[in-house]
C-alpha cells in the first residue's frame, strides 16, 4: 500500500535552517511529482511546493519562494524540503502528498506529517 | 495568482440532510485541475473528488462534485455521522495550486 512518512520537525530558532525528509513505499517513487504542504495550527492547508516526477520542473508559494527548496532522492526513494531562515509564521505540520492523478498534479495520496515549531 | 473561496465557513446540518459547499475561483480552472479533499480533526487530509466530478477510490456515492470555469460545488446527497469534518477545495490549473480557505461542516 502506498506509504509516506515525514521526519525532520521540531523546535528551531527564528533564521534557522532544517531538512524535512518524506520516505515513500509502495509506489514507483521516480513516476510521481511530489508536494509539499503545509498547516499552521488550528488553520487551513497552504500548498508550499512542488517538484516534477523527473526533478525538471519545481514550482514553490509566494510565502516560501526563495528561502525552501524542494529536492529529491529516487535512489532512496525520499523526498526532501530544505527550509531555509525559519520565521514563527512557519510554525505548521508539514505534509508531503502524491500527485497522483494521471496527467495532472492533483494530490491522491498524503503523508501524516512532521510538526515544525520555530519559537526562540 | 488564483484565489478559492469557499462557502459559506460553517455549514451546521443534521445527519439525514443534504450538505452543498461551494467553491469559487478568481479565474477560470480548467475543470480538470479542481480537487476536493476531506479532512478530520488529528488527520491527514484525503481525496475525495478529483476533475470537479470523478470521486476517488473507495469514496461513497453520496459525494458528488460539480461546476466549471470558476463555479465548482461538492455535495453530500444524505450525511452520515462520519462525514462532519472540515472541506477543502484546491486548484491545479496553475502555480501556485492554492486552496480554499476551507468549510466546517458540523453537527446541528
Known amino acids: 500500500q502506498v506509504q509516506l512518512v515525514e521526519s525532520g520537525g521540531g523546535v528551531v530558532q527564528p533564521g534557522r535552517s532544517l531538512r524535512l525528509s518524506c520516505v515513500v513505499s509502495?509506489?514507483?517513487?521516480?513516476?510521481?511529482?511530489m508536494h509539499w504542504v503545509r498547516q499552521a495550527p488550528g488553520k487551513g492547508l497552504e500548498w508550499v511546493a512542488v517538484?516534477?516526477?523527473?526533478?525538471?520542473?519545481?514550482y514553490y508559494g509566494d510565502s516560501v519562494r526563495g528561502r525552501f527548496t524542494i529536492s529529491r532522492d529516487d535512489s532512496k526513494n525520499t523526498l526532501y524540503l530544505q527550509v531555509n531562515s525559519l520565521r514563527a509564521e512557519d510554525t505548521a505540520i508539514y505534509y508531503c502528498a502524491r500527485a497522483g492523478i494521471s496527467g495532472t498534479a492533483i494530490i491522491d495520496y498524503w503523508g501524516q506529517g512532521t510538526l515544525v515549531t520555530v519559537s526562540s | 495568482e488564483i484565489v478559492l473561496t469557499q462557502s459559506p465557513g460553517t455549514l451546521s446540518l443534521s445527519p439525514g440532510e443534504r450538505a452543498t459547499l461551494s467553491c469559487r475561483a478568481s479565474?477560470?480552472?480548467?475543470?480538470?485541475?479542481l480537487a476536493w479533499y476531506q479532512q478530520k480533526p488529528g488527520q491527514a487530509p484525503s481525496l475525495l473528488i478529483y476533475?470537479?466530478?470523478s470521486r476517488a477510490t473507495g469514496i461513497p456515492d453520496r459525494f458528488s462534485g460539480g461546476g466549471s470555469g470558476t463555479d465548482f460545488t461538492l455535495t453530500i446527497s444524505r450525511l452520515e455521522a462520519e462525514d462532519f469534518a472540515v472541506y477543502y477545495c484546491q486548484q491545479f490549473g496553475s502555480s501556485p495550486y492554492t486552496f480554499g480557505q476551507g468549510t466546517k461542516l458540523e453537527i446541528k
Open positions: 509502495g509506489f514507483t517513487f521516480s513516476n510521481y511529482g
Open positions: 479565474q477560470s480552472v480548467t475543470s480538470s485541475y
Open positions: 476533475a470537479a466530478s
Open positions: 517538484i516534477w516526477y523527473d526533478g525538471s520542473n519545481k
